[in-house]
């Protein structure tokens, strides 16, 4: 296995694409914002089945996070990060500080005006799916990915990313990876750090209100107001659960809808605490 090849500059970067490419190899792209979890891992090892080389991105994206968000208390733990890298046999990480991709001067973004930005974490957030839009175009651009990976985990930018690459006719085959739990149910993600093994046990309510309408489902219902509401009861029960949002909408195309007729996605976002986690699952595939 090759050593893990650290690239902190765009010129750097687009230098090995540039040279991989020449060589005839294929790219695969895992956008990440660092501390790596299994989660994580599954989009490396996904990649590395279906690329010659994978580039991985460890970068908290500043433009994608609201003034209120947790930008400056986002875990960062680049060295570990590396460790699991290379342990799954990944074969370049950029890691650039944010006046690499935003120097002095920068002024272009990209939005997503279909309406899907408009649900969901979209309507929560403003300004989130145009910054990750933004970067995720960025960072196709400048390691000349033929695949790039993203978690179902958040299905919706799967979704918006589908939309800007179809749209601004980018050679990128857009792969999502389904979401990846303990065995507790519970959704891995970099912010479950932040909770208390108290608000971790509390967490769990979300995996299990989803499983709820997944069972309601199998036993006939296609209703969006009856699936939601199984989900809404469960979640009811966890004290310390106080729920954003619990949404139905066609998937991908994200339009409302009175019930399950074709593949629909069901999400949700709670606080646990302080911690905002969200979970989803898709019906009707
Ligand atoms: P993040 O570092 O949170 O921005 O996530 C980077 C990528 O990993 C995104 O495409 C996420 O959807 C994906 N991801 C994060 N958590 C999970 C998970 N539990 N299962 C699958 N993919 C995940």
């Known amino acids: 296995?090759?050593?893990?090849?650290?690239?902190?500059?765009?010129?750097?970067?687009?230098?090995?694409?540039?040279?991989?490419?020449?060589?005839?190899?294929?790219?695969?792209?895992c956008p990440t914002m660092g501390a790596l979890h299994e989660g994580h891992m599954t989009l490396m090892r996904a990649a590395r089945q279906a690329c010659d080389i994978v580039i991985a991105s460890v970068f908290v994206n500043p433009v994608q996070f609201g003034p209120n968000e947790d930008y400056d208390k986002y875990?960062?733990?680049?060295?570990?990060?590396?460790?699991?890298?290379?342990?799954?046999?990944?074969?370049?990480?950029?890691?650039?500080?944010?006046a690499e991709m935003y120097p002095d001067g920068y002024g272009t973004y990209i939005t997503v005006e279909n309406g899907i930005t408009d649900v969901l974490c979209g309507a929560r957030r403003p300004g989130h799916f145009r910054g990750v839009a933004t970067v995720v175009t960025k960072l196709m651009n400048i390691t000349r990915a033929d695949k790039a990976f993203f978690g179902q985990k958040d299905a919706q930018q799967v979704a918006v990313v589908r939309r800007f690459v179809a749209d601004l006719n980018l050679p990128v085959e857009v792969v999502m990876v389904p979401i990846c739990r303990e065995a507790s149910g519970l959704a891995r993600s970099s912010r479950n750090a932040y909770m208390s093994e108290a608000e971790k046990q509390a967490a769990l309510v979300l995996s299990r209100s989803l499983r709820a309408a997944k069972e309601a489902y199998a036993g006939g219902e296609r209703q969006a107001a009856a699936l939601k509401a199984a989900v809404q009861q469960v979640l009811a029960t966890e004290p310390l659960a106080r729920v954003d949002y619990v949404d139905l909408y066609t998937y991908p195309a994200l339009q409302v809808t009175d019930s399950v007729s074709e593949p629909c996605l069901l999400a949700i976002a709670v606080y646990i605490g302080q911690t905002r986690l969200i979970d989803n699952i898709i019906l009707g595939e």
């Open 1 to 29: 296995m090759s050593e893990l090849k650290v690239f902190t500059t765009v010129k750097e970067m687009q230098a090995y694409a540039a040279a991989q490419k020449q060589a005839g190899k294929t790219i695969g792209l």
């Open 75 to 98: 875990p960062r733990q680049f060295e570990a990060d590396c460790a699991k890298l290379a342990a799954e046999g990944v074969d370049a990480v950029f890691h650039p500080e944010p």
